[in-house]
């Protein structure tokens, strides 16, 4: 299985800061990796395909990047509803697997 | 509106089984691959199964494999996990979750249910 370690764990932020997630493989997925929010008490919501492309819906201030094994989740100017717990995800192996999350918790 | 509403989830005793059903609204079934992910309350996500459009696929983790079965009706708009052999590891919420895009699977989910919780206990 490809195992996706996301660091940090948590990350403690203020509103209007910027926050930089990352989530990396034990081998290479190509660009094939998602980002996911899950609100407390929420399903999750897809943000970020393919490593880079917003899904639709997602605002411009959270953006993704990265190939390979090493990717980033950047949400730009932090706004309130944007604490949450992020998942990276891959689709390239069986089975399809998620990081273990990073929590962007209020400073 | 676009959703889909999963059910079933409850208490069962170890070895016993379950069905979830899952049930979709607001797009065209019958042409996306549907999921179901679970996750352990306050833990992370682990993708379970999968079921093809058409519903002669279907995918497991080998976590679950043997034991669950996943099929659908496409003209109810519903798609089934079927659980047997229960294990207290198993206790979870489980989500059905729709791919992002429709004939051809991305493995990437666009839309969850807001889940149907399973307590596997004696």
């Known amino acids: 299985d490809i195992v996706l370690t996301q660091s940090p764990a948590t990350l403690s932020m203020s509103p209007g800061e910027t926050a930089t997630l990352s989530c990396r493989a034990s081998?290479?997925?190509?660009?094939?990796l998602a980002w996911y929010q899950q609100k407390s008490g929420q399903s999750p919501r897809l943000l970020i395909y393919?490593?880079?492309i917003r899904a639709t819906g997602i605002p411009a201030r959270f953006s993704g990047s990265g190939s390979g094994t090493d990717f980033t989740l950047t949400i730009s100017s932090l706004e309130p509803e944007d604490f949450a717990v992020y998942y990276c995800?891959?689709?390239?192996?069986?089975?399809?697997?998620f990081g273990q999350g990073t929590k962007v918790e209020i400073k | 509106e676009v959703q889909l509403l999963e059910s079933g989830g409850d208490l069962v005793q170890p070895g016993g089984s379950l069905r979830l059903s899952c049930a979709a609204s607001?797009?065209?079934?019958?042409?996306?691959?549907m999921s179901w992910v679970r996750q352990v309350p306050g833990k992370g996500l682990e993708w379970i199964s999968a079921i093809s459009a058409s519903g002669h696929s279907t995918y497991f983790a080998d976590s679950v494999k043997g034991r669950f079965t996943m099929s659908r009706d496409n003209s109810k708009s519903i798609v089934y996990l079927q659980m047997n052999s229960l294990r207290a590891e198993d206790t979870a919420v489980y989500y059905c979750?729709?791919?992002?895009?429709?004939?051809?699977?991305?493995?990437?989910?666009?839309?969850w249910g807001r889940g149907t919780l399973v307590t596997v206990s004696s």
């Open positions: 979750a729709k791919d992002l895009r429709t004939n051809i699977v991305v493995w990437y989910f666009d839309l």
């Open positions: 607001g797009f065209t079934f019958s042409t996306y691959t």
């Open positions: 393919d490593a880079s």
């Open positions: 995800q891959q689709r390239t192996n069986w089975p399809r697997t």
């Open positions: 081998q290479s997925v190509n660009s094939h």
